[in-house]
């Protein structure tokens, strides 16, 4: 794709930025960075030289920051398995097909969060997309996590573990709880790893200039996670206020993955108690998402895709929904899966629309009121400038 020096008008702008939409905007971009914007009428423009979006939003490029790229996100039992054990030839087309999923509804950049060939780490796109990896996920010996990591024995130093990767990873993936149970609501599990070994981990990943997020559900296991200095909390199911207030006070992101659950309810062969358990596991989330919102929590959007019924691209969309469930605007849930997930990421050229940023965004028909549900027929991609091909 050639660069082009262009403009672009747009009758509403969310820059992912201010609290506020923006109205009759121009965008000018020069070698695929965004050197002006500013407030016109349309009238007052020369449509000939300019690209005419005034029936549209204008957003960020999209991130997702929780993904598991090398499955698919079937909900057949059979199909999840044989792609748990695929070579990385069958891997890689899972990939390449997920990836062009995420490029349709405007996710220009994901991090994923582990698979347990490490395949993702000798992935390359074909096309323009931020992909951040960490390989194999770390889990304790015999506790969850062998569909997507290595375990660390007893006799493991974990920071050998990580120290290993060092040069292809962008993060590191700890799993420090089991799953939510659908058959006792609010069931903790037991932390995997205690204080010290996760400081040590996270001590270890800083010294290498990597992140550190960590799955963890309940009220210990995420103390222990958010004690040792972890950057972000993958799920956080039932982790209560206090943990939240840690959260706020101490800058760690939360990644809250909402749409796992109701995917189960809608995809899942599930008992009657199993089915209401799941419902009141989501309406308790949702419940904790907007606590965390009063007390400034930052939240990055990530959907956990690949996961059972999690569908790379579509589940994106459903998560945006969820936090407008959750008491989040549309600019908000914007700012999650855009800013905030930059920042998170470390993406510094993306997630916002700004003088000198990256000239990534995308334009969707109508009002930013309808701009969530418009993501299923985007109108516009550009990336680094150039014009994608849906």
Sequence with gaps: MKIKDISVFCSWLIDGLSDKIQENVLLTFKNGFISKIESVK???????????????????GFIDSHVHLFMSGDHVLE???????????????????NVRKHIKRGIVAVRDAGDNRGYTLNYKPQIPFYLNKCGKALYKEGRYGNFIGTPVSYYDLISELILRERNKINHIKIINSGINSLTEFGKETKPQFNEQELSEAVFT?????????????????????????????EHGYFMGIDNLKKMAD??????????????????????????????????????????????????????????????HGDSFICELKLL?????????????????????????????IAKGKQATFIAVKGHPSH??????????????GCLHDQ
């Design 42 to 60: 349309k009238e007052d423009l020369s449509i000939d030289s300019v690209f005419d979006f005034s029936n549209c939003t204008i957003l960020p």
């Design 79 to 97: 199909n999840r398995k044989v792609e748990q054990n695929n070579d990385y030839n069958k891997t890689k087309e899972i990939i390449d097909n």
């Design 205 to 233: 990943a800083k010294s290498i200039g990597a992140k550190v997020m960590v799955h963890a559900n309940g009220r210990m296991p995420v103390e222990i996670s958010i004690k040792s200095g972890c950057h972000s909390i």
């Design 250 to 311: 101490f800058n760690i992101f939360w990644v809250p993955t909402v749409y796992p659950i109701k995917a189960y309810l809608e995809k899942g062969k599930l008992s009657k108690l199993e089915s209401d358990n799941a419902a009141r596991i989501l309406e308790h989330q949702l419940e904790q998402i907007f606590q965390a919102k009063r007390l400034g929590v930052k939240i990055a959007l990530g959907t956990d895709s690949g996961s059972f019924g999690v569908l």
């Design 324 to 352: 407008l469930n959750a008491g989040f605007s549309v600019v908000e849930a914007v700012k999650s899966a855009t800013i905030n997930a930059s920042i998170l990421l470390g993406l510094d050229e993306i997630g916002s």
């Design 371 to 384: 701009s969530i549900e418009s993501l299923q027929n985007i109108e516009a991609l550009y990336i680094r």
